[in-house]
């Protein structure tokens, strides 16, 4: 047995009997990190040293109280976007390279709280901004499927990592489909919740009113823990929503009868990979099959999504990022004056991408555009959650391809910043609408790279959403499948 490839509630129970302890199992997480991450680079920073020593304390409480924490014990891995008190958090950037937080993220405080291993900060596009994990500061991320192909960003790092077994677990966020469209990449189960689900204290801004963190597992019983463990209100952040958490694990029992799957023809375009298509209707034959009903539904306005994203999510970049000058903290050019300072700073410390949508976004909001397109972007973006409203009024749940194709080769749409925004073509409107969402393996393509198979939710059910979503894993084998490294 690899204790490495099992899952949070595998080992949990493993490490309830005492049949394993927490140091032997973030040993062997460590022993799979050392043989794989030459090939895939999924980790900006390890914490080897730490790791042991909250194993052994995990060790401690399992021994003493009979903690009921799934997660006491269990290796998981950050992107490297949230702050970690004393450990280096770069956001994959040149100007965040030697930025050591004072404190922890809430989402952090609570993993910690239940007695989760943090094994390392993994890699991701810089400051969230990419669909491939090829806009790192540091390295590129590559897919454990093959590794001449991207892992999907901007949480890259995590999925890979999940996937390649160098760790249990692992956090992402979500700003445009950055949890979903690497996990479909790599054959995991990603999961965005509701905006105002879970606390964004202490998550390195991209987009405000975008930015959602969740977890990035091996299924989707895991996700339901993580998830549970995560969510939650948090006074310190003003958008969290003080609704109850459900016990979400309660829900998985695989019955989905009476329930409605909502299918919008706006999610089967011309150009996407005919295996991508026929896997997701596959899935929901699957679902109908187990007692699912499967009704039409319409999202007329998702052709704007794109569009509309890439003025907002911009728009909200530039302010973000405008406290990156050099003064407080991270990276500072030597110039003779504040001015140079500030312009050598921005012009080293940030990346391309980074550069081209602070560009974009102080252009949207500047005077004389704000109306024509910050405004108007808007008024649209009510009206696709407006769509998503009058869709929910037919159906329980709504099923779509995570993404159009499968993981493409490295460098492939790096010269086209187009081709590459439309990877998260079918995601980003769940980000607008505030919506939870959640992809999951359905199948492989011809060149045995995963597929994905997004499960949309209502707000704040997401309860409902991975019930869905484990009806499907238990009638079906692909989550089970390995990456041959």
């Given amino acids: 047995m690899s204790l490495h490839t099992l899952t949070i509630h595998e080992l949990s129970a ?84 030697n930025f050591i937080p004072p404190y922890d993220a809430t ?57 390649a077994d160098e760790c249990i677990a692992a956090l992402g966020t979500d700003t445009g489909g950055s949890i979903r469209q690497p996990a479909a990449c790599c054959g995991i189960v990603g999961l965005k919740p509701t905006y105002g689900r879970v606390s964004r204290y202490g998550v390195i ?16 019983m895991d996700s339901a823990l993580m998830l549970e463990a995560i969510a939650g209100h948090d006074p310190a952040d003003s958008t969290s929503v003080p609704a109850p958490v459900p016990p979400y694990a309660s829900y998985l029992d695989g019955n989905v009868k009476g329930l409605k799957v909502g299918l919008p023809k706006e999610y089967f375009i011309p150009g996407m990979q005919p295996l991508v298509e026929k896997a997701v209707h596959d899935a929901v034959r699957t679902l109908g099959r187990n007692g699912a009903e499967v009704v039409d539904v319409s999202l007329p306005y998702t052709e704007y999504a794109v569009a509309v994203y890439y003025l907002i999510a911009t728009a909200e970049a530039s302010s973000n990022l405008a406290r990156y000058d050099g003064m407080k903290y991270g990276y500072r050019a030597p110039a003779k004056d504040l001015a140079e300072t500030y312009f050598k700073t921005r012009q080293e410390g940030f990346g391309p991408e980074v550069k081209r949508r602070i560009m974009l976004g102080t252009y949207a909001l500047s005077s004389g555009y704000y109306d024509a397109y910050y405004l108007k972007a808007q008024k649209v973006r009510a009206l696709i959650k407006r769509d998503f409203e009058e869709a929910f009024k037919k159906c329980d749940v709504i099923v779509t391809p995570t ?83």
């Fill in 14 to 97: 493993k490490l309830k009997k005492r049949e394993v302890s927490s140091v032997e199992l973030t040993e062997a997480v460590f022993a799979r990190i050392s043989s794989a991450e030459a090939r895939l680079h999924s980790y900006i920073t390890l914490c080897r040293e730490s790791a042991l020593a909250e194993a052994k304390r995990a060790d401690e409480r399992l021994k003493s109280d009979g903690d009921e924490s799934p997660l006491l014990g269990i290796p998981i891995a950050l992107k490297d976007i949230f702050l970690t008190e004393g450990v280096l958090t770069t956001c994959a950037s040149k100007i965040l390279g």
């Fill in 107 to 163: 989402v952090v405080k609570k993993l910690n709280a239940g007695g989760a291993v943090i094994v390392g900060k993994t890699n991701m596009d810089e400051f969230a901004m990419g669909s491939s994990t090829e806009n790192s500061a540091f390295a590129v991320t590559r897919n454990p499927w093959n590794t001449e192909r991207v892992p999907g960003g901007s949480s890259g790092g995590s999925a890979a990592a999940v996937a």
């Fill in 205 to 220: 801004a991209f987009a405000s009113s975008l930015d959602q963190v969740g977890p990035m597992t091996k299924d989707t």
């Fill in 403 to 485: 993404a159009p194709t499968t993981a493409f080769k490295v460098g492939a749409k790096t010269a086209d910043p187009l081709e590459m925004y439309l990877s998260d073509i079918f995601t980003i409107s769940v980000n607008l609408a505030g919506l939870p969402g959640l992809s999951l393996p359905c199948g492989f393509d011809s060149e045995s790279m995963p597929i994905g198979l997004q499960i949309i939710g209502k707000h704040f059910d997401e309860a409902t959403m991975l019930k869905v979503a484990y009806a499907y894993e238990q009638a079906t084998e692909w989550h089970k499948s390995k990456p041959k490294l």
